[in-house]
């Protein structure tokens, strides 16, 4: 079983910064990717960004790519997401996912073992 702490969001202006952490604890767990996902009240939890585990190759949505980079800390079982340049559309809650084995990518909720209780971003405009 995994627990899986997300943390670092915030308020922020159109244009400004922030980064995620999210740090996994637990007993030892299979992880092929892991996730971000992102929810608003319009929109279901919608895939953001993903990093491999072992290879470190990266993907992202197109909505977010070359203004969010993923990447991780092996030895600190910690994934980050920097997010740049943001935008008033990408307030939403933030989730990051353990999937255990290979999927394809974009990565879907369904495909998540495991969940982080969220963290929220809001971008003023």
């Known amino acids: 079983q995994a627990q899986l702490v997300e943390s670092g969001g915030g308020l922020v202006q159109a244009g400004g910064s922030l980064r995620l952490s999210c740090a996994a604890s637990?007993?030892?767990?299979?992880?092929?990717?892991v996730g971000w996902f992102r929810r608003t009240p319009e929109k279901e939890r919608a895939f953001v960004a993903a990093i491999g585990w072992n290879s470190g190759r990266t993907y992202y949505s197109e909505s977010v790519k070359g203004r969010f980079i993923i990447s991780r800390e092996r030895g600190q079982n910690t994934v980050y997401l920097q997010m740049n340049s943001l935008k008033p559309e990408d307030t939403a809650i933030y989730y990051c996912?353990?999937?255990?084995?290979?999927?394809?990518?974009?990565?879907?909720?369904?495909?998540?073992?495991?969940w982080g209780q969220g963290t929220q971003v809001t971008v003023s405009s």
């Open positions: 996912a353990i999937v255990s084995g290979w999927k394809t990518v974009p990565l879907k909720p369904d495909d998540a073992d495991y």
């Open positions: 637990g007993r030892a767990f299979s992880t092929y990717f």
